[in-house]
C-alpha cells in the first residue's frame, strides 16, 4: 500500500456518493427551487468526504457489494451537511466562509439556511429508511443503521456535544468539558460510520463493536487535529477562517493541553486505532491509511 | 356518540404520549442539561395533541393494541414540536409566544432554540426505529413508517411548504401558492398520522391510501380554520398573537378567497373526508368526531 493515494481514494468514493446527490437530489416542485439549491449548494461544496470513505472502508472488510453502500454514505454525508449549516449560523457559531466558499446563510439567508438544514437532516433519514432504493438490504439491518445514527446525531450525540460547545463559550470549561464535547460533536458520528460498514457488511456483534471503537479514536484524533490546525494554519490553507475557536474563547483540545501535548494525544489514540484492528487482514488497509490520514493531514 | 367530549378524548390520547415523553425524555448528561430543559419546555407547552389523536383513532378502526402506537405517536408529536420551535424564530416567523407562553427562543435563546429543534426531529426518528422500545411491530412496518414520515416532513413535504411560505411573504402569491403552502405545510404530515394508523394496524394499501385522503381533507381544512380564526378570535382565546397572517401579508386562504368562502371550503372538504371513510363502521366513528371537531373549533 505504499503507492495509496488518499486524495484519490476519498475523491473515488466521494464522486460515487455526488453521483447519488445528482440523480435523487432533484427540485420536488417549482415553489420550493430555492430550497432544493441551497440543499445542493452546501451539498456539493467540496468536503472531504471522509465519513463516506470510512463506511466503504469499514464495510470493505467484510463485503464487496459497494454499491449497496452508497445510499446509506449519501445519508450520512447528508445529516453532517445539516449539521455544518446549522453550526455556521449567526446564532451559533457565525461562520462566513467554510470549505473557502460563503456559508449557506450568507448566499441564502437565514431562514432558508435553517430550512436547508431540516430538510438535509429528514431527508437522510428518508434515504436511509426508503426500502426502494436500498432493495438488497434487510429490513432490520437499515432499521438498525438508522436507529443507531439518529443516536448518534441527536441530544445524546452530536447536537448534544455542539450544545455543550455552545454552553463553553460563555464560561470556563475544564478537560472532561472538552472530552464531552469532542467526543459528541464528532468521533460519535464518525465511529457511527465505521460501525455501519459492519453492520451492511453482515460484520458480528463484535465487529461492530470493533469499528466503532476504532472511529471513536479516529474521531477524536481528527477533531483534536482540527483544534490544531486552527492555531497554525492560514485561511489559504484551511477555506475557512483561521484562529476563530481562541477568539470565540472555544472549548478545544490545545486550549486546555497545548499543542504538544495535544498532538501526542493525537498519536497515541491513532495507534490504539490501528492496534484495535490489527486481527483483519488486508481488507481493513483503507481503514489503516485513513487513520494515517487523520494524524498527517494539513487541512 | 352525541356523548363525545372530544377535550377528554384528546386529553386521553395526549396523556399517554406526555407519559411517554416523561420517561424516555431524560437528561442523557449534565452537560447537556439545558438542551433537555428545552426541548421537554416546548413537548409539554400543551399542545392539543391532535395529531396523536388522529394516529390513535385511524389505528382503531383496524385493530386495538393502542399501547403499541404510543412511541409513534410521540414521535410524530416531538417532530411537530421541533416545527413549532423553528417556525417562531426570529428569522422566520419571529413570533414571541405559542399557546400563550413565550416561545423557545425567548426563553432558552436562539442558539438552543435550532439546537432543540435538531434534536427533537432526530428523536423523532432514534423513537421511529427503535427496535427495544417497539417490540410488537414489524421491522418492515416501522421502516415503512420511518420512511413516510421522512417523505411528509422533508423537502417534499412539510420543510418545502415552509419554505414557500416564507418566500410568499416577500412577493405576490396566488390560489395555487397558498393551496401549495397549505397542503405541504400542514396536511401532509395529518395525512401522514392517518395512513400510520393504518399502517400499525395491518390494513390493506387501499386502507392506507384511504385514511391518507381523509387525512389531506381535513389538513387541509385544519389549517383554513387556522387561518380564519387568526382574523377572527381575540389573542386570549388562541393563545398566540391573533393578526399575524395579515400583517406579515402572509399567504392564506382568507387572504385569497375571503373569510365565507374559506369556510364554505373546510366544509366541504370534511363533507368529503366523512364520505372517504363512509365504508368503516363504528370503529371509525372518532375519525368522524375529529372531523366535526376541525370545523367547529374556536381556538
Redesign the interface.
Known amino acids: 500500500m505504499s503507492q495509496f493515494n488518499m486524495k484519490s481514494y476519498l475523491g473515488f468514493w466521494g464522486a460515487k456518493v455526488e453521483e447519488f446527490f445528482e440523480s435523487y437530489m432533484t427540485c ?2 417549482p ?2 427551487k ?3 439549491d441551497a ?1 445542493r449548494y452546501s451539498l456539493f461544496a467540496g468536503g472531504k468526504r471522509i465519513r463516506p470513505a470510512l463506511i466503504y472502508s469499514s464495510y470493505g472488510i467484510f463485503e464487496g457489494y459497494f454499491d449497496k453502500v452508497t445510499p446509506f454514505a449519501a445519508a450520512v454525508e447528508m445529516l453532517h451537511t ?1 449539521s455544518l449549516i ?1 453550526d455556521d ?1 449567526p ?2 457559531d457565525d461562520d462566513d466562509y467554510r470549505r473557502g466558499k460563503p456559508t449557506n446563510h450568507k448566499v441564502y ?4 439556511a ?2 436547508a ?3 438535509l ?3 437522510a ?2 434515504v436511509m ?3 426502494d432504493i436500498n432493495p438488497d438490504v ?3 439491518l ?3 443503521a ?2 443507531k ?3 448518534a ?4 450525540g452530536m ?2 456535544g ?3 460547545d ?2 463553553a463559550e460563555s464560561g470556563v470549561f475544564n478537560a472532561q ?1 472538552v472530552d ?2 469532542h467526543t459528541n460533536k464528532t468521533s460519535r458520528l464518525l465511529a457511527y460510520c465505521c460501525e455501519l460498514g459492519a453492520i451492511l457488511g453482515y460484520g458480528t456483534e463484535e465487529d461492530k463493536k470493533r469499528l466503532f471503537e476504532y472511529g471513536m479514536r479516529i474521531g477524536l484524533a481528527f477533531q483534536i487535529v482540527d483544534d490544531i490546525l486552527d492555531i497554525t494554519s492560514t485561511t489559504e490553507e484551511l477555506g475557512k477562517d483561521v484562529g476563530s475557536d481562541a477568539a470565540n474563547g472555544k472549548a478545544t483540545y490545545p486550549a486546555v493541553h497545548g499543542i504538544e501535548d495535544s498532538h501526542r494525544k493525537a498519536e497515541l489514540l491513532i495507534e490504539e486505532a490501528m492496534e484495535i484492528i490489527s486481527v483483519y487482514g488486508n481488507t481493513a488497509d483503507p481503514c489503516r491509511e485513513i487513520a494515517k490520514f487523520i494524524i498527517e493531514r494539513k487541512n
Open positions: 420536488p416542485n415553489h420550493t430555492g430550497l432544493t440543499m445539516y446549522h449560523l446564532a451559533m439567508g437565514e431562514a432558508t435553517i430550512l438544514g431540516d430538510g437532516l429528514t431527508k433519514f428518508e429508511c426508503n426500502r434487510d429490513a432490520a437499515m432499521l438498525e438508522a436507529y445514527l439518529a443516536d446525531s441527536g441530544d445524546r447536537v448534544g455542539q450544545f455543550a455552545m454552553e468539558t464531552y464535547i
